[in-house]
């Protein structure tokens, strides 16, 4: 099956759009847990476990891990091992290179690390994005319009559409998508118009601020999956006590059903 | 010591600009060393031995460990390690993400993985550069101009001097540098002129075929280091035969040679 099978599955069965991004972070980390390469990966265990119902898909963001060394990957290689394989991973990597060096990042990220997709950046072109493309059964998002104040610099007022227009010409194998912040909602629907259908992966709905409802009337794309919002803190750090898993589940719950409710009064 | 002030003292010493970049491929490693770990780390140090007397600075590509996995990562960590101390290290890692995930890259690359500098890629903007930026004693290359045919997808016309101009500004510490390849050294000149004295990381000269001599000329700016020169494939597989150390040993020494001698005729 390929990510965008996977994830329809998922997306369907679940009645979900939601993204559980995995950034694990010690200082927020429930005390009682051990600080050890085992601690850490029984805290994301049990967050995948107690939100699985309502997640249609997660997403461990690599620099979380890396930042540990290479005990850290151990941990990213283990977890991704370990949610349940019917449910897809995006790995949150932002790579981009060029030649040789984005064939590695590919082989790595897809293949070395096991993930169903990745997050890139477009910055150097289409050749760059290219051998992620060329994994016809994985799903590559590639930033478009960030969530980030710094946003502006460089990708407003159009470098972001004409990111969109490219990638559209580019998603030959039908495996593309675009990451579009929910903090600039005026921005998304005309994001839409240039790339047409391909999901979006919509970050900055929880700690961020962004506007849900705003956000997802611009992102419709008339699709079975127009969208994915993420949410990473907000779910994995609803709680620092014992019941933390379970107050993860029940924010994971809440926001899927919150996007729900904003679908049907669309 | 900031990776400026050991950069400086490694150009004057040994007269050179020459960066080599170590990209490890097993299809080219020399076919006597084992397919290990201990084999991968024996080839990297062997040619950072016979190279050291003429590379200024050593850059891996993390691409080229991580697609290893774990054991990949204790090779990138344990080369880093063995690098004699007074040669920076520049982390080719490419990295580039928002907020909280941004300063966790930074700490990887400068801490956990212990490199005297990183490029990075500016997509994002200036928030995502903050976290690196504000290592004041480790150097920041920023991708400008690369050295790929999908350069011209986004960077060119104008982008990259965007990039080139506020990179100038955010430099408040002092310590950022741009990457500009030298497969276009009819735009070089330009860059130079938008962003004043930094220095330029220099790919594209060896496999790609740049023009060493236009490329220097144009991105002159007067100070002590204008450029660093990389060079990766031509050095560390000059030759696949037990004498492999040796012949990139040559290379290393020609291609600074050849650089000492284009800045002479200037």
């Given at each position: 099956m390929t990510f965008f099978e996977k994830l329809e599955n998922q997306v369907c069965t679940k009645q979900s759009y939601l993204c559980v991004g995995l950034d694990p972070v010690w200082e927020k980390i429930p005390q009682h847990l051990p600080r050890t390469q085992e601690g850490l990966l029984e805290f994301l265990l049990m967050i995948v476990e107690k939100t699985k119902a309502h997640a249609a898909v997660f997403k461990p963001n690599f620099a979380y891990f890396e930042v540990l060394g290479v005990s850290g990957m151990e941990v990213l290689q283990e977890l991704?091992?370990?949610?349940?394989?019917?449910?897809?991973v995006i790995g949150d990597a932002k790579r981009g290179d060029v030649g040789h060096s984005a064939k590695m990042y590919a082989k790595s990220v897809f293949e070395t690390f096991g993930c169903d997709a990745v997050t890139v950046t477009p910055y150097q072109g289409q050749d760059a994005l290219q051998p992620f493309?060329?994994?016809p059964d994985r799903g590559v998002f590639v930033l478009c319009l960030t969530s980030n104040p710094g946003a502006a610099d460089f990708q407003l007022p159009d470098l972001h559409l004409q990111v969109a227009k490219k990638v559209k010409e580019w998603n030959v194998e039908g495996n593309a998508g675009l990451v579009v912040g929910a903090t600039r909602p005026e921005y998304i629907a005309e994001v839409r118009k240039s790339c047409g259908q391909m999901p979006f992966l919509i970050p900055g709905v929880g700690a961020q601020g962004g506007d849900l409802e705003k956000t997802l009337i611009a992102a419709e794309d008339g699709s079975k999956i127009p969208y994915l919002i993420n949410a990473s803190r907000s779910i994995l750090y609803a709680a620092s006590e014992e019941d933390y898993a379970k107050q993860a589940g029940n924010a994971a719950k809440n926001l899927r059903d919150q996007i729900n409710s904003c679908r049907s009064n669309l």
């Open positions: 991704i091992r370990k949610i349940p394989p019917e449910i897809p493309f060329d994994f």
